[in-house]
Nanobody
Framework: QVQLVESGGGLVQPGGSLRLSCAASGSFFSMNAMAWYRQAPGKQRELVAAIITSGSTNYADSVKGRFTISRDNAKNTVYLQMNSLKPEDTAVYYC???????????????WGQGTQVTVSS
């Protein structure tokens, strides 16, 4: 059973930094795209940043220059370094991964349980 386990959320003051981690556990053949999404109260879930196997990245305009996504393929882990945090970054952050469990199977979408990030003074 493949699971995504997130860590690193919490309360931080405006201008501060946090680093989120998401590790994939269980047995699988390959992991393609990985990403972080977030959902603020009363809003739709939105893409924050994504990274593919080659290392190419994509960011939401609202976080460009402040957030950095990276991955460690050997550890099946994706990270989100968040700097210069703003109150509007407050949300539940979800890890996403596109995983092929067996060489012959189709890819499936997997989600983490979510981790709360609160930016407040």
């Amino acid at each position: 059973q493949v699971q995504l386990v997130e860590s690193g959320g919490g309360l931080v003051q405006p201008g501060g930094s946090l680093r989120l981690s998401c590790a994939a556990s269980g047995s699988f053949f390959s992991m393609n795209a990985m990403a972080w999404y977030r959902q603020a109260p009363g809003k739709q879930r939105e893409l924050v940043a994504a990274i593919i196997t080659s290392g190419s990245t994509n960011y939401a305009d609202s976080v460009k220059g402040r957030f950095t996504i990276s991955r460690d393929n050997a550890k099946n882990t994706v990270y989100l370094q968040m700097n210069s945090l703003k109150p509007e970054d407050t949300a539940v952050y979800y890890c996403y991964a596109e995983i092929k469990q067996y060489w012959y199977s189709s890819t499936r979408d997997y989600w983490g349980q979510g981790t709360q990030v609160t930016v407040s003074s």
